[in-house]
């Protein structure tokens, strides 16, 4: 079965470090890209970027530009996420998922589960 | 960037009804559109890609429609188990989502 599994919910406080991983399995991660999107609280959803594992080719939504990191180790078929210095606005859910191609587009499937960021001093 | 216009943002139905979910983009983006269905607390679920192919396991009383910039997904026979939060999404340029439609029961 193909999965993506994400770490656990994090409560830290503005200006802290933090990294949420996603772990694939069931396929091979490699050669297939990772998505990270997010949903703010009540909100939609909101792609920040994507990753090619295999060579950790790195795209990022305009609105994130600088704001994240996102990386990979194909190694241990993990992508991450990953802030400097936390908001309080960066409170929210955020969600990896895998992303398909055909000639008619790209979507996102499977989707992990989710890791629940909550940033409050 | 491409804009994904949905609409309507939230409509009442009841169960056996025909719904249908308007997403209109900024330009045209040939058929690179999916549909996800979002259950509260749940990750989303894809539904339709390709602006009309149905996923594999989601019940073909789903279906998607159009091209260009005019978009539709169309639930024929709500079931319980529908009320839900729809999201188109395009990938005709790197990506946008809709900003939603939620279902509720009437």
């Known amino acids: 079965e193909v999965q993506l599994v994400q770490s656990g919910a994090e409560v830290k406080k503005p200006g802290e470090s933090l990294k949420i991983s996603c772990k694939g399995s069931g396929y091979s991660f490699s050669t297939y890209w990772i998505g990270w999107v997010r949903q703010m609280p009540g909100k939609g959803l909101e792609w920040m970027g994507v990753i090619y594992p295999s060579d950790s080719d790195t795209r990022y939504s305009p609105s994130f530009q600088g704001q994240v990191t996102i990386s990979a180790d194909k190694s241990i078929s993990t992508a991450y996420l990953q802030w400097s210095s936390l908001k309080a606005s960066d409170t929210a859910m955020y969600y990896c998922?895998?992303?398909?191609?055909?000639?008619?587009?790209?979507?996102?499937?499977?989707w992990g589960q989710g890791t629940l960021v909550t940033v409050s001093s | 960037d491409i804009q994904m216009t949905q609409s309507p943002s939230s409509l009442s139905a009841s169960v056996g009804d025909r719904v249908t979910i308007t997403c209109r983009a900024s330009?045209?983006?040939?058929?690179?559109v999916s549909w996800y269905q979002q259950k509260p607390g749940k990750a989303p679920k894809l539904l339709i890609y390709a602006a009309s192919s149905l996923q594999s396991g989601v019940p073909s009383r789903f279906s998607g429609g159009g091209s260009g910039t005019d978009f539709t997904l169309t639930i024929s026979g709500l079931q319980p188990e529908d009320f839900a939060t729809y999201y188109c999404?395009?990938?005709?340029?790197?990506?946008?989502f809709g900003g939603g439609t939620k279902v509720d029961n009437k």
């Open positions: 330009q045209t983006i040939s058929n690179y």
């Open positions: 999404q395009q990938s005709y340029t790197m990506f946008t």
């Open positions: 998922a895998g992303l398909s191609t055909i000639s008619a587009g790209t979507w996102f499937d499977p």
